[in-house]
């Protein structure tokens, strides 16, 4: 901590000395300040007792500066002018240039397809600008956000009214599979329940959302807790994975030779949310992150 504020300085009481020595009049500058006379009166007083000597003497009707006063004033006013100027100064933002890191919660289904296509918008818009990515949830995403994040795309459910959302687009489920080991030509309900499963579970344990949705228990060989692992998981077995379609796009890219199969059921979509702290509406790197979330979730959207 500086010195001076270890000592008894109001830093409001210079304020009202600048404004006091640039008028030559305490009913003045109590106009100018929108403060009573006393008040001002009681200001120069403590300001006088901080700084040990008298700032002002009288002068007729009016005051004027001491030799004291006339140092404090002329060594206070650039200082001053550059706070004002600052405080009022509007924000500049450049993304060519900012050097900002800023913290993106994604769920894990959004990395995929979000995370690549942000990091190469950044590369020629933002090339300064870091991301820190953080795995959130349904769970933990308003923990999170209260706890630092700039942003978040996720599914979420109630969230405190400081949280903003904005939702991007909903997302339909698939069947994975290799067709080199699980043969499927008609997938029916029963050949369904027939097959092994591997599953993606943020609880650690052995449900999925058919089993949550439809209250029927799957044949789960491996519950693993990322969508990182199933495309491997999947290709040279003849498991099953029902994930949503753009996580399976996203891993048939990489493994070309798993297939699709729609479902013999129906699984209520969900929807990604773009999802934000109050506080960070007029942080223009923030806004900017989010405008560009937005694009690249419109253009994921039109190639469904």
């Known amino acids: 901590m500086p010195p001076a504020y270890g000592r008894d300085l109001d830093l409001n009481l210079l304020r009202v000395f600048a404004v006091v020595a640039e008028t030559g009049s305490v ?49 206070l006013k650039p200082h001053l002018q550059r706070v004002v100027d600052a405080a009022l100064a509007p924000p500049t933002f450049d993304p060519r240039t900012s050097e900002r890191a800023l913290r993106l919660g994604v769920a894990d289904s959004v990395g995929l397809w979000l995370l690549p296509r942000l990091l190469g918008v950044l590369e020629k818009e933002a090339p300064r600008m870091r991301i820190v990515a953080i795995d959130v949830q349904f769970r933990t ?34 069947c994975l599979y290799d067709p080199r080991h699980a043969r499927l030509r008609m997938l029916t309900e029963k050949e369904y329940f027939a097959r092994e499963h591997v599953i993606v579970s943020y609880n650690g ?51 070309p030779r798993l297939k699709e199969k729609p479902l013999p059921f129906t699984i209520k979509g969900s929807y990604a949310e773009l999802l934000w702290p109050m506080a960070t509406d007029d942080d223009d790197a923030c806004r900017f992150l989010r405008t560009k979330i937005v694009e690249i979730a419109r253009e994921v959207a039109t190639l469904s």
Not at 35 to 64: D, E, H, M, N, W
Not at 143 to 171: H, K, M, S
């Open 27 to 75: 009913t003045e500058a109590a106009s100018r300040l929108y403060i009573t006379q006393p008040a001002v009166s009681a200001a120069l007083r403590r300001l006088t007792a901080v700084v040990g000597a008298p700032l002002f003497t009288r002068s007729g009707r009016g005051i004027a500066l001491t030799s004291r006063g006339g140092r404090l004033r002329d060594g």
């Open 141 to 174: 995403v308003a923990e999170a956000l209260a706890n630092g994040l700039d942003a978040a795309v996720t599914v979420a459910d109630e969230l405190p009214t400081t949280i903003r959302r904005q939702r991007l687009f909903t997302d339909t489920f698939t």
């Open 205 to 255: 344990d052995l449900r999925g959302i058919v089993e949550d949705m439809f209250h029927k228990t799957r044949f789960v060989r491996c519950s693993v807790s990322s969508v990182a692992y199933v495309g491997a998981i999947v290709e040279g077995t003849s498991m099953l994975a029902t994930l949503p379609k753009r996580v399976a796009g996203q891993i048939r890219a990489v493994r």
